[in-house]
């Protein structure tokens, strides 16, 4: 038990001595779980606000419709604006945010700098061929429920990285390595362990797991 | 109680500790090391569709076919073209080197004009009619003749339209680099007045005896040769190599002949007396093909005895007449010459002497062999229309004498105001031309000097005028290819991207500053632009070239139209011919070649000058190579500085020894010591050209310098 | 759930020195395909970042009797004993790895710290240390390729085998629905750009692959066999003093294949 | 001026002499400062390092420190474990030049990787086949073993013992000390043995491979073996230095004279050993690699068969005999030789596991690679120095590091 | 470096052994230095 009391010389003030320690703890503790988060974090907007889901009634074959693949089996992402200007060359309905769109940047053939959520680091190669055509997998594993979002929500990032938030996980419980959902994080041990739990694979001499080229390039 | 700084430490515990039990640190700790990861100041290249077009190569003669990688709207890669006819899929470290090229900081991005000794940048529209109004001024003091103008190649659409304006505009003064080419086309009696081509069917050959030709350093279409020598190996061909230094070739062949410098000749002639002597020639084929044999034999036979040939040439009697014999047996044997890439021309007697190998066998035109092909004149434009101001001056004296480009610095430099402007399109005289300093010096005497380089090279940086070209990434244009094949092929560049820079098509410069000319010279140029031109220019060939790249022009002359081999009368003292006194200086410099290293017009790119090895090059000095014998003599060790010395200048150079040369030879790599381009190119060793002074062949007039007396002294 | 394993593969080379012109187009094609950085004054050949290099090699004779050979050494991707190459075995931080699947040995720069013991442990200097920042002049950094990731200062690289080239070969076939790659939809970028042809590439153990029988040629011999580095590069030639060039020999031991011609 | 911080009944130097030296070290230490930071912000361009020399002076700098470090472990283990208590005289200095030697050698990685930053790789993504894993490990355990032997050291200092809590916790450490000092050996044991295993398990280069026992090389042993024998001698030197410095008699003869004679024993078997393992390299490993041993020994003025000689014979045979003798060791000029010629052996040995493995070619047609280091480098590899000295000079002032100065030199008058 | 929580950790001989033998020293010093700070300062109220 902690004693507050002042019962022997030379060190009568244990009592204040406990608490600045419990101060400074608490304090630090509050300052590294709660504050630090917030700082380390910055938020971006969109430069347009996007309606999946208003989208998703008015095409036929679903997130491939504009997130397809190319011939040569590589995965063409965000569109671009060649795509959006198929239907958007003149403002169909009557959002703002159509409008903006319009004005912007198809008047001016200019790219939105659209921010990416699941944006991977240079230095990792992901094959989406492999994942959707070879192993069957759907969207939402990675990505969750952006297909039913009616908006974009804003774009989070670490300040020091420059990672989106996406990546590095959300929660503060995902720093100790808990996920909830599949798509709550996508680190490299995220990527290994589903890839050793669904392939198998321990190709690599050093981890016994799958090996790094196949997602490092 | 009191609170005393022991509370305090324990404060700074507590927090140290729940400061240890949050993410703080060890977060900070992983994103620090992400953040090296991901440093700014490293580009990340973006992502993108991956597309592939083909085009062709300009940044030699070879002309090969290549298939360029781009992402989006980027070129990331440059590959060889599979299944064209020049190249088959393989590339050369230039051809690869080209992105750099096209977005390196050797660009010139916009026309400049030179004010005060610097550069500014103006407007193409300032640009063009500055010097249509310097033309017209000139036209009207009836000084149309001292417009000139140099092309690095007289083929192609672009260097045409130039000849064509100068033409039409009253000036005699068109010169082009002169080639091998010529030395092979004046070595032949013309039946018409149309010059003549060599083809080469090197890869159904079986005997390649080989004159200082670097078939794998660079000569002819580069790529091709590789793979025709490459084509001899497995087949179990011989290839003989007569070089006085181990070059890559002479290091691939069968037999090395290491002769002395310049005997070449000399050594053929030998051969072909072995060859006469044993009656190993092909008397039918020799009367087809040929005129003035008779004479031609009793010379040879008389004046160049094996016996003397070894004593001249180094090469032993024995090994000359077991060459002589198997030249003379072999079924498809072949004679090639032109020293290392063969880019400067070699004197009428060399090209005779041992083309006449080829002759004396009899594989003249035939498969295997060597064929006279006539110039392919595939480009049909009306006729120019003259005034009488043009016809004139058209009448007046070339400047330099016989249209020969090495003579015309002298002839600016001993005659005031002889140019008063100049346009250089697809060259760059002032680092390819011999005896450099002079050629400076002479571009230094025009007032008005108007260059269509795409990039800074040292003529750019001398002229007053820059009219940048699109880079050939950017620009339709015909690409001719003659060297070293065996038959003519016309390749097509295509714009794979957008011009990045404020560039123009030179084709299109000129046609604009004709019309603006008006007249006569305006309507000898009735197209509305360079494409226009093209495509009505190339005719038949043009949807051919459009759609493959590529054309090959097979053409078989009737047997009236084929030129004939004139046979020449040796001297009846064999000699060599070198500038410099042998006395004072006596060491002879020899150029090497290397694929590694580009020497003409187009400077090496930052990927080349990777692959270039430490001892042709270390930091900036260039490294010579000598005998160590010839070391030793001249008290001289690996790695020291030394001062090299011609008759046109001194050098200070450092010397790599090596067994791969004979003593008292010099060997000097060309390609180095280039003053303009970019920090990656420039400042870098020594250019060979500024060693050598054109050397005048007495037939010709072609400048056939292949080398220089020279002396090394420890510096 | 766990799917079919792809089959193993131990992609390698064979290089024809008989072939090898020493042109340098492999030097460059590997340059130009894995962004390899440049710099103002590339003449110190010790810190020339050059994955594919050309070494000249000479008979050591004297003139005229000199003879040359060129040597292109790209990384030998060693599999030693059981993938355990001499690098990989000694990269403290799982930097570089051996893949049984493919027989690559990968080098990740985003995880290496820079020790450069794997440099220390390669016999072949196939290992190049980053000591500069990569720089590209301006607008230059529009000719890098993005399957490619550049590296930054401080890191070890090496030749990957164009391992991108794997990856977007095999992409293809995942969205054709396949597993297995053709031969000729994976080539390393040195081997297509070799104007000589002497460069083959493709799987050493499948049967139907080139290499698996021009490996078999009795000109074939391999660096530093001796050292047990077990690589997979296979070089040919014909000349004796070529292969002894390959490997350490006592004078009086023979490189053992095909007699010597000269 | 700051008496009442110096231990009782010693004489040291006036403090404006003090300050003095320290800022003499000060300026070296803040050179080797300034060129690291240059190493840090610029990478290691600032080097003569390069791709033939990936490992350079730092490397051998760091190898020789932690040999010569190797004093602390071994007094360690014969005070603690053996039971030789008259080395508990030596102990607190031993310790402390353990310390100093192990954190420089620290600080030297430190500075010696590319991407510092990242340099926690080498612990969190371990690849626990790589020598250079366990030496990361071993070494920053171990050197957390010597920073808990300081402590109790600096607890003793005249005011902080005044505070019981620490009075209480240097009694305590001191009580467990044995524990420390075991688990010291073991993991020192492993570290030493594994930075001679980092060139041993080379087998690209056939001039550092040895073969060994299960997964370690004969040079893991050797080097343990070495680090044990030669670090004693370091101790010794750097105490009779410390004598000749301060002009007084810090530690009895008797307690030197033990030491030695261990340590003459140890170098004894040692370079027997080595020379066996050389012998046995040089016959049958390198001859199966194609190779002989002159191979090895260029006629550069660097890597001549002289450098084998002055390792093995001048560096291990010479110390050796001269440590196992009395006379040897009674003599004052010979126990400075040996220990000196000792010191250079272990550092020589040393080098040539770095740098001549280095520049020795491989491949045939490959010359010997031959580096100089730069300023930067020499700078950095001097700044241990100057930071050992410093703390040196701070630990002999303020703290009890030689129990028997007080009755060695008995302060005569009041 | 941890099992189950890094990557790179694999269940085989060499880590265990390796590993082991390094988190058991890590163990005894951790725990010996809680013992004499417990213990310091409890004695500390007993002075």
Redesign the interface.
């Known amino acids: 038990m902690v004693q507050l009391t002042n019962s022997h010389k030379g060190n009568g003030n244990s009592g204040w001595t406990i608490l600045f320690f419990i101060v400074g703890f608490t304090a630090s503790l509050f300052a590294g779980w709660i504050v630090f988060p917030k700082l380390l974090y910055s938020k971006k907007q969109q430069p347009i606000d996007f309606n999946h889901e208003l989208h998703m009634t008015h095409v036929d074959n679903g997130c491939e419709s504009c997130h397809f693949f190319r011939e040569d089996g590589t995965y063409s992402g965000v569109p671009k604006l060649v795509q959006c200007i198929d239907c958007h060359q003149e403002v169909q309905g009557d959002t703002g945010h159509e409008a903006l769109f319009v004005e912007k940047y198809v008047s001016k053939g200019k790219e939105v700098p659209w921010l990416i959520y699941s944006r991977q680091p240079d230095c990792v190669f992901f094959s989406h061929a492999a994942h959707v055509k070879l192993a069957k997998m759907d969207c939402e594993t990675c990505h969750g429920h952006i297909g039913q979002s009616t908006s974009l929500k804003p774009y989070e990032y670490n300040i020091i990285t420059g990672y989106s938030r996406d990546i590095w996980g959300k929660n503060p419980e995902n720093y100790l390595g808990l996920k909830t959902n599949t798509y709550d994080r996508m680190k490299m041990n995220d990527c290994a362990a589903c890839h050793l739990e669904e392939t198998g694979r321990k190709s690599s001499v050093s981890t016994e797991k799958d090996g790094c080229f196949v997602c490092h390039k | 109680m009191k609170i005393d700084r022991r509370c305090f430490l324990s404060l700074g515990i507590g927090a140290a500790a729940g400061t240890a039990l949050s993410p703080l640190p060890w977060k900070l700790m992983d994103d620090a090391s992400i953040w090296t990861q991901n440093w700014p100041w490293t580009p990340v290249p973006p992502d993108g569709e991956i597309s592939y077009t083909d085009s062709t190569c300009t940044l030699c003669s070879g002309g090969c076919g290549i298939t360029v990688r781009k992402i989006d709207d980027r070129v990331v890669k440059i590959e060889g073209r599979e299944n064209h006819p020049v190249n088959n899929g393989g590339i050369c470290v230039l051809g690869l080197s080209g992105t750099q090229l096209l977005y390196g900081p050797t660009r010139v991005k916009s026309p400049m004009k030179k004010i005060n000794g610097t550069f500014q940048k103006i407007t193409w529209n300032q640009a063009l009619s500055e010097i249509t109004e310097k033309l017209l001024t000139l036209r009207a003091e009836g000084r149309s003749h001292t417009v000139a103008a140099i092309a690095g190649s007289s083929r192609g659409t672009v260097s045409a339209l130039l000849q064509r304006f100068l033409t039409a505009y009253g000036s005699p003064n068109f010169y082009c680099q002169s080639s091998i080419e010529d030395s092979f086309s004046l070595s032949h009696i013309q039946p018409q007045n149309n010059k003549t081509i060599p083809g080469f069917d090197l890869e159904n050959a079986d005997y390649v005896l080989s004159f200082g030709t670097g078939i794998i350093d660079g000569w002819g279409s580069p790529v091709r040769m590789i793979q025709a020598s490459n084509a001899w190996k497995t087949k179990n061909l011989k290839l003989i190599q007569v070089e006085p230094r181990l070059s890559d070739t002479a290091a691939r062949s069968d037999e090395w002949l290491p002769s002395k410098p310049g005997t070449e000749a000399i050594l053929a002639l030998g051969i072909a007396h072995v060859i006469l002597q044993e009656s190993l020639y092909d008397q039918a084929a020799i009367d087809y093909h040929s005129e003035g044999f008779v004479t031609w034999r009793t010379a040879v036979l008389g004046h160049y005895h094996p016996d003397k040939v070894a004593e001249i040439t180094g090469i032993d009697a024995k090994t000359i007449f077991t060459v002589g014999r198997e030249f003379g047996q072999a079924e498809k044997p072949v004679a090639i010459c032109g020293r290392g890439k063969g880019n400067t021309p070699v004197s009428v007697a060399e090209m005779s002497a041992i083309h006449a190998l080829n002759v004396l066998v009899g594989n003249v035109n035939k498969k295997g062999g060597v064929f006279t092909l006539p110039e392919p004149n595939y480009i049909s434009w009306p006729e120019i229309s003259f005034d009488t101001k043009a016809e004139t001056s058209l009448q007046t004296k070339q400047i330099a004498e016989g249209g020969l480009l090495h003579r015309l610095p002298s002839a600016i430099n001993e005659a005031e105001d002889s140019v008063t402007l100049l346009f250089v399109a697809d060259a760059n005289p002032c680092y390819t031309l011999t005896d450099t300093k002079e050629v400076i010096r002479a571009f230094k005497k025009i007032p008005f000097k108007v260059s269509f380089s795409s990039y800074m090279d040292e003529t750019a940086k001398l002229s007053d005028l820059i009219l940048p070209n699109h880079s050939y990434l950017e620009r339709y244009e015909d690409v001719p290819v003659t060297s070293g094949l065996r038959n003519p092929v016309i390749g097509l560049t295509k714009p794979i991207v957008n011009p990045l820079f404020q560039t123009k098509h030179t084709g299109d410069v000129i046609i604009s500053i004709a019309r603006a000319m008006k007249g006569s010279i305006e309507s000898s140029f009735p197209w509305k632009n360079y494409y226009q031109c093209l495509k009505n220019g190339l005719g038949q060939h043009w949807n051919p070239l459009l759609n493959n790249g590529v054309v090959e022009i097979t053409y078989i002359p009737e047997f009236e139209e084929i030129p004939r081999f004139a046979f020449q009368i040796p001297n009846d003292k064999p000699q060599v011919l070198l500038e410099g006194n042998e006395n004072k200086m006596d060491l002879t410099l020899i150029p090497s070649d290397s694929m590694r290293l580009s020497s003409g017009y187009i400077g090496a790119p930052p990927f080349m000058m990777k692959t270039i090895p430490d001892t042709i090059l270390k930091d900036n000095n260039t490294l010579v190579q000598i005998h160590p014998k010839t070391a030793e003599k001249l008290e001289l060790k690996q790695g020291c500085y030394a001062i090299l010395k011609t008759p046109r200048d001194e050098k200070k150079v450092k010397i790599h020894l090596s067994q791969g040369i004979g003593e008292d030879i010099i060997s000097f790599p060309r390609g180095l010591g280039h003053t303009a381009y970019d920090s990656y190119l420039a400042g870098k060793g020594i250019n060979f050209n500024e060693l050598i002074g054109p050397v005048e062949d007495p037939f010709s007039g072609l400048d056939v310098a292949w080398g220089i007396r020279a002396s090394l002294i420890k510096a | ?3 079919e ?2 089959k193993e593969k131990k992609y390698g080379m064979v290089i024809d020195l ?2 090898c ?5 492999c ?3 590997c ?3 894995n ?1 390899v950085p ?1 710099r ?9 970042i ?1 994955w594919m290099r ?5 008979n050591g ?4 009797n ?6 292109p050494r790209p990384c030998m991707h060693c599999e ?1 004993h ?3 190459s ?1 690098c ?8 570089t ?6 027989g ?1 040995v ?1 080098q ?10 794997c ?7 196939a ?8 720089v ?21 690289e090496k030749c ?1 085998f164009c ?2 080239r ?3 070969a ?8 396949r ?1 297995e790659l053709r031969e000729n939809e994976y080539q390393t ?1 040195c081997t ?7 460069i083959t590439f493709g799987d050493l153990i499948n049967k139907n692959h080139a290499v698996y029988k021009i490996k078999k040629d009795p000109r074939a011999f391999r ?2 066999e ?4 077990n690589p997979k590069i296979y070089y040919l030639s014909s000349r004796e003093w070529v292969r ?7 004078p009086e ?1 023979e490189t053992g294949k095909i007699k010597s011609h000269q | 001026m700051d008496s009442a911080f110096i231990p009782e009944g010693v004489k040291r130097c006036p403090f404006p002499q003090f300050l003095a030296g320290l800022g003499l070290a000060g300026v070296v230490l803040a050179w080797g400062i300034f060129a690291m930071l240059l190493c840090w912000l610029k990478g290691l361009n600032q080097t003569n390092m390069n791709d033939s020399y990936g490992f350079a002076l730092w490397i051998w700098a760091d190898l020789a420190v932690i040999a010569l470090g190797g004093g602390a472990f071994f007094s360690g283990f014969l005070k603690y474990i053996v039971g030789k208590d008259e080395l508990k005289n030596i102990i607190n200095f031993a310790v402390l030049i353990g310390f100093i030697c192990y954190s420089s050698a620290l600080l030297i990685l430190a500075i010696d990787i590319g991407q510092p930053l990242r340099g926690w790789f080498i612990f969190w993504h371990a690849n626990v086949h790589s020598m250079l894993t366990e030496v990361a490990f071993c070494l920053s355990c171990y050197f957390g073993v010597l920073t808990i032997e300081y402590i109790p050291l600096i607890l003793e200092n005249r005011q902080i013992d005044k505070i019981p809590f620490f009075h209480n916790l240097s009694h305590n450490m001191h009580e467990v000390m044995a524990v420390f000092a075991a688990t010291g050996a073991f993991l020192s044991f492993f570290h030493q043995g594994s930075l001679g295993g980092i060139a041993g398990v080379l087998f690209g280069r056939p001039f550092a491979y040895r073969e060994g026992l299960l997964v370690w090389p004969w040079t893991f042993f050797l080097f343990t073996w070495s680090a044990a024998a030669y670090g004693p001698c370091f101790t010794i030197f750097l105490i009779k230095l410390l004598e000749k410095i301060t002009g007084k008699k810090l530690v009895k003869d008797n307690v030197i004279d033990l030491l030695a004679k261990i340590s003459g024993w140890m170098i004894f078997t040692y370079i027997f050993a080595k020379i066996i393992d050389t012998w046995y390299w040089a016959v049958v490993t390198v001859q199966s690699k194609g190779q002989t041993l002159m191979d090895f020994y260029d006629d550069n003025m660097f890597y001549g068969l002289w450098i084998l000689v002055a390792e093995i014979v001048v560096g291990g045979i010479f110390p050796a005999l001269i440590l196992l003798t009395k006379k040897g060791r009674n003599s004052a000029s010979l126990l400075w030789a040996a220990v000196i010629l000792a010191c250079l052996g272990v550092c020589i040995n040393r080098w040539v596991m770095v740098l001549q493995v280095m520049a020795i070619p491989v491949l045939p047609f490959e010359d010997w690679a031959l580096y100089y280091p730069s300023w930067q480098e020499i700078a950095t590899t001097i700044l241990p120095v100057a930071y050992g000295v410093i703390l040196v000079m701070i630990s002999y002032r303020y703290l009890p590091i030689f129990p028997q100065e007080k009755e060695l030199n008995p302060i005569e008058s009041h | 470096m941890f099992p189950f929580i890094s990557f790179e950790w694999v269940w085989d001989i060499e880590h265990v052994v390796f590993m082991g033998g390094l988190w058991y020293a890590v163990s005894i010093l951790g725990i010996g230095m809680a013992y004499c700070i417990i213990k310091a300062a409890i004695d500390k109220k007993e002075v």
Not at chain 3, 21 to 25: E, N, Q, S
Not at chain 3, 54 to 58: A, M, V
Not at chain 3, 97 to 102: A, L, N, Q
Not at chain 3, 192 to 198: K, N, S, T
């Open positions: 759930m766990t799917q394993y792809r008989d072939r012109t020493g042109c340098g187009a030097m460059v094609a340059m130009a395909e962004n440049f103002d004054n590339e003449t110190d050949k010790l810190k020339s050059t050309i070494y000249q090699l000479t004779k004297s003139y005229p000199e003879e040359i050979c060129y040597l030693g059981n993938g355990h001499p990989v075995t000694v990269c403290p931080a799982v930097a790895d051996y893949d049984r699947e493919t690559i990968s990740i720069p985003t995880r290496c710290f820079g020790c450069r013991y440099m220390a442990a390669c016999p072949y200097h290992r190049y240390f980053n000591w500069w920042d990569p590209w002049p301006e607008g230059m950094e529009k000719s890098l390729s993005p399957n490619v990731s550049p590296r930054m200062r401080g890191v070890v990957s391992f991108h794997y990856q977007l095999y992409e293809k076939a995942a969205s054709e629905d597993r970028s297509q750009a070799c104007p000589a042809g002497a660096l530093l001796r050292l047990k580095t002894r060039a390959g490997d350490n020999y006592h031991e």
